[in-house]
Structures are given as C-alpha cells and as structure tokens.
C-alpha cells in the first residue's frame, strides 16, 4: 500500500508540472523563443473547437491565443501543424495545398489553374484575350523605345508545377482546371508579332517524362534547382542569338545527389511549420558557374519579374553580366550594385540611368503574374525615357536620391537632424540642403 501511495504522489506531480509549466514559463521566461512570424492585423478571438480546424482563420487565431496563455507556445504550434498534417492529411497554412502523393501546391496557382483567377480580374475569356492584345501592342512599342537606346528585349515564360504536373493537384483542382490557359495566349501573341521569347512551359511539358529528376520537388513550387543549368544555358544561349555578343557558357560543376534541399526546393516544407522533416527523395544541387569566358562579352542586364528570376541570382548566371538590376515585381530593386540594393524603384533616382546602361532587359514571369502584366513595366519605361528629356525632373531626381541616401545612412542622417536642430529649421529641409549643396560640389569638380 505504502508503495502504491508513493507511486501516485510521483504520477500526481509529474501531471502536475506538465500542467503548470506552460504558465510557469509564460510567468518566469525560463527559456527563451524566438517569436513565429504573425500575419499584420489583430486576430479575431478563436473558436478553438475542433469542428473549427478546417477554417481559413483558425491557425492565426490558435497562434494568437497560445501565444496569450502559454510560455511554450512555438513547440506548441508546431505540435499541432504536424498533427493536422499527419492525421488528418492537411496543411494549416491556407496558402498551401495537399496534393496527390503529398504533391504540395500553392494555393496562387492553383487558383490560376483553376480559373479562379482569371474570373476574378477578367470576369470571362473575352476580355482577358483583350487585356492580353492590349498588352501585346504595348510591349511592341515598348521594344522599339528600347532599340531606339540600344537595348534588346527578352520575354521569359516560367511554367508553374500546376501546368508541367496537373495530375497531382488536389482533388477539387483537378477537376475543375480551365481550358483557357492566358500563358498559352500570350505565347501565341508573341509568336504571331515576333517578340523575342522562350516558352519554358511548352519545353518542360514536352521534356516531364523524360527527365531523370522531377522539374519541381514535392517540397517546393519554383523550378527546380536541379533544373537551373538547363534553363540557365537556356537563357544565355537566346540572350546570345538576339544580341550577337559573344557570352560565355553555362557550366555545371558538379551535381552532387543530397536530401538536404535548396531553399527553392523546401520552400513550402519551410511555410508549413512542422514539427519534423518531411522525408525527401535525393536529388541533384547542381554547381553552376561560367566557363569559356577570356574575351567574351558582359553586357548589362536590366530584368523585371517575379521570384523566378530570383532563383538565379546566385548560380553562376548573373556573373556573366557586368552589372545586373533585379526590379522585382517592379518594385524593389536588386542589384549587383550596392548603391541600388533593396532601393524602391518608384524613388530610384537613377532608374532611368540603368534602363539606359541596360544592354539587355529581359522579363520573367509566371502564369498568375501574367494577370498584371509586368507590373506596370512599360508604364515605367516610357516614364522614364520622358523624365530623362526634361532637365529640371533630373535634377529633382538626384536630390530625392541623394535626400534618401542620408536617411539609409544612420551616422549621417543623425547629424542631419542635430543640425536641423541648431538651425531651427525642418529634417527635411536640412536634408534638401545637404543634397543641394552635394550636388553643387559635383558640378565644381565637373567644372
């Protein structure tokens, strides 16, 4: 009896503490966890039952409410995302899909896929066929403005996995796949004008079956990275044909086999958030770099696109240009110059200086993206080329420029202000007169 009463005070304090160390922790911050990343807005209070699971807003509102009553909340979370992704064979983030052999999809795709989309912005076929005419015409202008300053134009269609593998969508997706496809359009728009292009869609359609690794991992929704040496040697070889330089080669290193994916290879795993890692087939990393490179041309590259591009920055391709310019969704500014990294394009004073150092600007863009053409691009470039005739705009421009310059910088910007302060007059006037007078000294050196 003594024993069996020992035995239950043991059990009783074990329960106890596994109770009260979740509040423990809240109260005392025994151990330190880096915060989850919340979505912006207060959350509503949730309904935590277990009917509710399935809707849109349940894992914002769970996060909100653990993190409010419990000091564990991270494992928590994480605990409860794999349960529902083990057990019941769902994901908790609502931008991803389950697919058929735990294919995973972004749920933007799908919606393209599906038609979703282009109701959404079209209303029917009609009018996005026009929009996409429309478009068309504008970019023929667009490429001769980019002639007449020496500059080609390159339009690159990347395919999305719900195109190349349809069959493995979710169910509901796959029954309703639309048979309009906008991509298809544009590419026949631009075949019929002669706009310069490569239709990746039609390539990887031709070539799933036949490749030894598949174009897209389970785990991710951009190409894969055992995919980039051919769409990298792809790019350079039509950037080649179009200009007439003489560029180097796409080589690929070596390609050793590993599960230990790329980051573009475990983007949705990463989103997902769960408590262990998915198991993973192994696949190629790929080492790509330049080769055949003594006397061969580096032209400058201006490109405008999604999160394609950015799969490569990084791999050898953007080494082959003297200066390149990411404007990602025309946007934000990635650059091979630090001068211009992680500017916005809208106050980039020099954005018509590199449009205008450009050799080469090349778009790229999937299929949803299509939906708002280039962002605005041509918009931009004519802008731009019209900005550049009228001499007062470009004085203004550097002054913004050089007035955003002094605010990135903290030392300078700090003493911006404290002379602000001794002269009793505005930051942003103390910042306009720094700017004026630099400029002043640029025009005596120039003098």
């Not at 996995?161 to 796959?174: G, I, W």
């Not at 949705?268 to 993973?280: A, F, G, I, T, Y």
Request: proline letters at 5%; charged letters at 20%; aromatic letters at 14%.
């Amino acid at each position: 009896m003594k024993q069996s009463s020992v035995i239950k005070t043991v059990l009783f304090t074990l329960t106890a503490l596994l109770l009260f160390a979740p509040m423990a922790q809240e109260r005392f911050k025994v151990f330190s966890f880096k915060p989850l990343e919340e979505e912006s807005g207060a959350a509503p209070k949730p309904n935590l039952t277990f009917k509710s699971y399935r809707t849109a807003q349940y894992q914002t509102q769970l996060e909100s409410y653990v993190g409010e009553h419990f000091g564990f909340r991270e494992p928590l979370i994480r605990t409860y995302n794999q349960f529902v992704y083990s057990g019941l064979h769902s994901v908790t983030n609502q931008h991803i899909k389950r697919g058929l052999n735990d294919e995973l999809y972004l749920k933007m795709y799908l919606d393209e896929a599906s038609g979703n989309t282009l109701v959404k912005t079209y209303f029917n076929v009609e009018n996005a066929k026009a929009a996409a005419q429309y478009n068309v015409d504008e970019t023929l202008r667009l490429i001769d403005t980019l002639h007449s300053h020496g500059t080609e134009f390159l339009f690159i269609f990347a395919p999305t996995k719900t195109a190349v593998y349809p069959e493995q969508m979710p169910h509901y997706y796959r029954n309703h796949i639309q048979e309009f496809s906008l991509e298809e359009y544009y590419i026949e728009l631009f075949k019929e004008k002669g706009i310069p292009h490569i239709d990746f869609l039609s390539q990887f359609k031709a070539m799933r079956d036949t490749v030894t690794y598949p174009l897209y991992t389970r785990t991710g929704t951009h190409w894969a990275a055992s995919t980039l040496p051919f769409v990298t040697d792809s790019i350079m070889r039509k950037i080649a044909s179009i200009t007439g330089y003489d560029l180097p080669r796409i080589c690929c290193l070596d390609a050793p086999l590993s599960t230990d994916y790329t980051e573009q290879d475990s983007e949705l795993e990463v989103k997902m958030n769960l408590l262990w890692p998915l198991e993973k087939p192994a696949l190629p990393r790929p080492e790509i770099t330049l080769c055949d490179t003594a006397g061969k041309v580096r032209p400058n590259l201006l490109a405008v696109g999604d999160s394609h591009f950015g799969t490569l920055i990084g791999t050898g391709f953007t080494e082959a240009f003297a200066h390149w310019d990411f404007w990602e969704y025309n946007k934000t500014s990635i650059s091979s110059n630090p001068v211009y990294n992680f500017a916005q394009v809208s106050e980039l004073a020099d954005a018509y200086k590199i449009l205008e150092d450009a050799d080469i600007m090349m778009a790229v863009f999937t299929a949803p993206m299509l939906y708002n053409y280039m962002f605005g691009f041509t918009d931009s470039a004519f802008g731009l080329y019209e900005y550049a005739r009228c001499d007062s705009c470009k004085r203004e421009g550097r002054i913004r420029w050089l007035m955003h310059s002094i605010t990135s910088d903290p030392d300078w910007f700090d003493a911006v202000v404290k002379q602000a302060e001794e002269k009793g007059i505005s930051v942003e006037q103390a910042l306009r007169g720094n700017a004026e007078y630099l400029i002043y000294v640029e025009e005596q050196g120039e003098n």
